[in-house]
């Protein structure tokens, strides 16, 4: 078929800023066979330059980068190529990114092949394809500038650069993805390592950081927590201790990265009628979660990904390639998990809110009167001998035992509606909102944990009131539950008398009376009953 192209190459590719439209100029007609299809409308001849037909309907997006992404992850630009929303016979390409993000390397893009040694300049979203166009530089910024965002002394700059760890283009400028290098640089010298010994690393080519894969594009420093207190007429000592609490250290010199601002301004002005302190707690929760979240991610990240590649038998470069690659997409992953996760949960929470808040009102205004319910239960799983296992098989292997017992625990209480509050190494703390389905959950547990990781469990229940705070439990309830399973025997489920008379009517469950012990730290003794299966 013959094509009528419109040709894009390396002079047609310029850098730009996202979101321009750049018309591309109209190119002869030439037969099939100067040409290959690359997909769709896309084609390509032999001097690598793209063409586009016109006969065809063509939305598509391409990654062309003029330099080896993992060594310079800034020098790419993102382009999309559309015939669809174009004037007659003028395609356009618009340009949606100048810099390669996480966020497009991460949803499956590739840079595949070589030409003339080095590596490909072009890649497209979803497969592969030999390389087809280079594009011109994209924007830099100067050393100053680096040191502006970093932000550091112009000397720690020009040191990197005399180490040969930062390596600016023929022009001494720098993709802003340095500003991460710089920072960990400064990460290594805190930890003792010596930064002279990383560059033998990195001019050996045993090193490589290309943090722009999945880091952040480094944010300006805009303002003040001075100018920022001033502007919601709160004091600066409560802006920067808020940050502070989010697990962002304010900075010495009192200046905010403009993305900090941006939040601190938003949470102070939606929560102008909250309190300092309750402003306090907000900061904790979701500062304090998010940390654990990301921490505990990256250390998955390193198991279950870094250290299968680091046993393979690649070269130690392509090793780290590899990691390089994955880790951009597990980031991308992260950021799509995240938020669906977060609504989702917010939607079944959100609807459990409303329905015990309504029935309040209700009750309140004289519409209907509170159904009547069951207290809820609190449970303590606990591992018999696992501080013994540790000193014996080692840290490694009691971490091991303990993620053992989390999936245990995640799949049979969440099945009798539970839900694990607190993880606790040596077992975890759950909630029910039955007594019966607490019970029926810990015998359950008993012998599901010992067939999964070959270690006994024991279990401590208790029913009755609680007090909700930032996702969590506390009051007597909880403690005693906690004092419960501290008393149980290795495979023995105990119970309260409260819990043994809210699960009294199920026929599936039996008590062995216990007798009335006194547990350590609760003042009174404690009426224990054993749970079995009827």
Same mark, same amino acid.
């Given at each position: ?9 390396? *002079? ?29 409308? =896309? ?8 063409? =586009? ?86 924007? $830099? ?69 290309? =943090? ?48 900090? #601002? ?110 009547? *319910? ?12 696992? $501080? ?88 007597? $309830?909880?403690?005693? #539950? ?53």
């Amino acid at each position: 078929m013959p094509v009528s192209p419109l040709a894009i190459d390396g *002079r047609s590719s310029p850098a730009a800023d996202p979101g321009e439209r750049l018309p591309v100029g109209v190119r002869p007609a030439v037969s099939n066979g100067c040409v290959r299809q690359v997909e769709g409308g =896309l084609w390509a001849d032999a001097s690598g330059r793209l063409w =586009l037909s016109l006969e065809e309907a063509l939305e598509l997006e391409l990654l062309v980068a003029r330099k080896d992404p993992l060594r310079h992850p800034g020098s790419a630009v993102l382009l999309r190529f559309s015939s669809l929303d174009s004037e007659p016979n003028v395609p356009r390409v618009t340009v949606l990114s100048t810099t390669l993000r996480n966020s497009y390397w991460g949803q499956g893009w590739q840079m595949l092949g070589r030409a003339d040694g080095q590596l490909v300049p072009t890649a497209r979203k979803g497969a592969s394809f030999e390389p087809l166009v280079r594009s011109s530089s994209v924007p $830099t910024i100067s050393a100053e500038e680096l040191a502006g965002l970093v932000p550091c002394p112009l000397e720690q700059v020009q040191r990197l650069i005399d180490l040969e760890i930062l390596q600016p283009d023929d022009e001494g400028r720098f993709d802003s993805s340095q500003v991460h290098v710089i920072r960990l640089m400064t990460g290594f010298e805190a930890a003792g390592i010596s930064i002279e010994d990383v560059a033998r690393g990195v001019r050996s080519r045993q090193l490589s950081f290309p =943090l722009g894969l999945f880091m952040p594009e480094p944010a300006p420093i805009t303002t003040t927590y001075e100018q920022l207190a001033s502007e919601v007429g709160r004091s600066r000592e409560l802006v920067r201790r808020l940050s502070s609490e989010f697990g962002i250290a304010p900075g010495a010199d009192d200046r905010v990265r403009s993305e900090d #601002a941006e939040i601190l301004l938003l949470v102070l002005r939606t929560l102008e009628l909250a309190s300092g302190d309750d402003l306090s707690r907000f900061a904790r929760l979701y500062g304090g979660s998010i940390q654990r979240l990301v921490g505990a991610g990256i250390q998955f990240f390193d198991r279950a990904v870094r250290e299968r590649v680091g046993d393979s038998s690649l070269p130690d470069e392509e090793k780290d390639a590899l990691v390089y690659e994955k880790g951009a997409a597990f980031t991308h992953l992260i950021s799509r998990v995240t938020p669906w996760l977060q609504a989702r949960h917010r939607e079944r929470i959100l609807v459990e809110y409303l329905v015990s808040l309504t029935e309040g009102f209700m009750d309140e205004r004289g519409i209907a009167p509170r159904q009547p *319910r069951q207290l809820p239960a609190i449970a303590f799983l606990d591992l018999s001998g696992y $501080t013994a296992l540790a000193e014996e098989r080692g840290d490694e292997a009691a971490a091991q035992v303990a993620a053992g017992v989390a999936e245990v625990v995640q799949e049979v209480a969440v099945g009798h509606g539970g839900r694990p509050v607190k993880w606790l190494g040596d077992g975890v703390m759950m909630h029910f909102a039955e007594p019966p389905a607490a019970i029926m959950s810990g015998l359950d547990l008993i012998e599901e944990t010992e067939r999964a990781i070959s270690a006994p469990a024991r279990v401590g229940i208790n029913a009755g009131p609680v007090v909700v705070q930032e996702g969590d439990y506390f009051g007597r $309830t909880v403690n005693v #539950a906690a004092r419960i399973a501290d008393y149980a025997s290795p495979r023995e489920v105990l119970v309260s008398e409260q819990a043994r008379e809210a699960a009294a009517i199920d026929d599936a469950i039996a008590f062995e009376l216990v007798g009335d012990v006194a547990l350590k730290g609760i003042p009174r003794p404690v009426r224990l009953h054993r749970a079995v299966r009827a």
